[in-house]
């Protein structure tokens, strides 16, 4: 049986190479750094580049992890798709690979859809994935989708799939819908992250598995810290600590800031690159993102330099 996954969970950042393929030895080392701190691998998420990737580089990045010996114990990747084809196809790789879980966006494309078209999109790919269908967790993410994850919809999934219908993220933003999703289902064994670290310390003592953050690529042991602490003595300075990272980041264009800082704290160039239709920062951005990340004392210790 698997052991579901809790704690903290990065989406994978997506290192690229000049000719913008992916480049799988900085991938691998990223994932062991990331692994070393107490993180897990939410691979192929929004801050992934996901939407960027093609299922057949899904496919050779996810089994080039496993063969550099990347726990699959430690990986939710990312399987969904506008295709149902595709996220099936994604879903039974990964599945049958010994992923932990998969993240599983709803199809992004048309908006306004019904919950009932939306069951049916899940239905199919457990249906068609079928008994070695690793856990699912629904990925709610409206701002991006237009398509919610409706607490009645996890009501009619978990009743028609209580064993692969594992959690959720919310990515929401919209803390009264993570109350809501852990009201009404954290007790009964459904696993729900709320996508900021920032709200650890409000999720936790409602039954949150942990956080599936972005910002888990820069700080991971010490958003760990705060999960792990989040009832002792020093949870709120944990917290403050935590929280000054992830505002340094959120203040613009996430993915490209990010990959800026590892490769500054890495001195490794090539990790600045990002697919179109994303840029990377230019110089004003670069040195107002270092004078800020200095200021709050920011590194990550142990990253394999280039």
């Known amino acids: 049986m698997t052991t579901r996954l809790r704690g903290v969970l990065a989406p994978v950042l997506t290192p690229f190479d000049a000719k913008l393929a992916p480049d799988v030895g900085r991938l691998v080392a990223h994932c062991r750094w990331l692994i070393d701190n107490h993180a897990s691998l939410a691979l192929f998420g929004t801050n992934s580049e996901a939407a960027s990737i093609t299922v057949a580089e899904r496919k050779s990045l996810t089994e080039a992890l496993v063969e550099a010996g990347i726990p699959t114990a ?17 879903s039974r790789h990964a599945s049958q690979l010994g992923a932990a879980g998969l993240l599983v966006l709803p199809p992004f494309f048309f908006k306004g859809v019904s919950d009932d078209g939306v069951f049916a999109y899940y239905a199919e790919i457990i249906e068609r994935v079928g008994p070695g269908c690793a856990p699912i967790y629904l990925y709610h993410i409206p701002q991006f989708t237009q398509v919610p994850i409706t607490l009645g919809l996890i ?3 978990r009743k028609r799939y209580p064993t692969v219908i594992a959690g959720a993220k919310d990515s929401s933003g919209d803390w ?6 852990l009201d009404h289902f954290a007790a009964d064994g459904f696993d729900v992250f709320p996508a900021s670290e920032s709200l650890l310390s409000k999720a936790m003592p409602l039954g949150a598995a942990g956080c599936i953050s972005a910002t888990v690529n820069m700080n991971p042991a010490g958003i760990h810290r705060v999960y792990e602490g989040w009832r002792g003595p020093q949870a709120g300075e944990l917290q403050a600590k935590a929280d000054a990272v992830r505002q340094v980041f959120q203040g613009g264009a996430m993915i490209p800031a990010m990959k800026h800082a590892v490769a500054t704290y890495a001195t490794d160039t090539p990790w600045r690159t990002v697919r179109p239709p994303l840029v990377p920062l230019d ?4 040195e107002a993102l270092d004078a800020k990340l200095r200021a709050i004392d920011f590194g990550m210790p142990g990253y394999p330099r280039g």
């Not at 009264?176 to 999703?181: C, E, F, G, K, L």
């Not at 110089?283 to 670069?286: E, H, I, V």
Request: charged fraction near 20%; hydrophobic fraction near 45%; include cysteine.
């Open 74 to 90: 430690r990986m939710m990747p990312g399987t969904g798709a506008c295709a149902l084809p595709d996220a099936v196809e994604l």
């Open 155 to 157: 009501e009619r999934l």
């Open 176 to 181: 009264a819908n993570t109350q809501a999703m």
């Open 283 to 286: 110089a004003p951005m670069r």
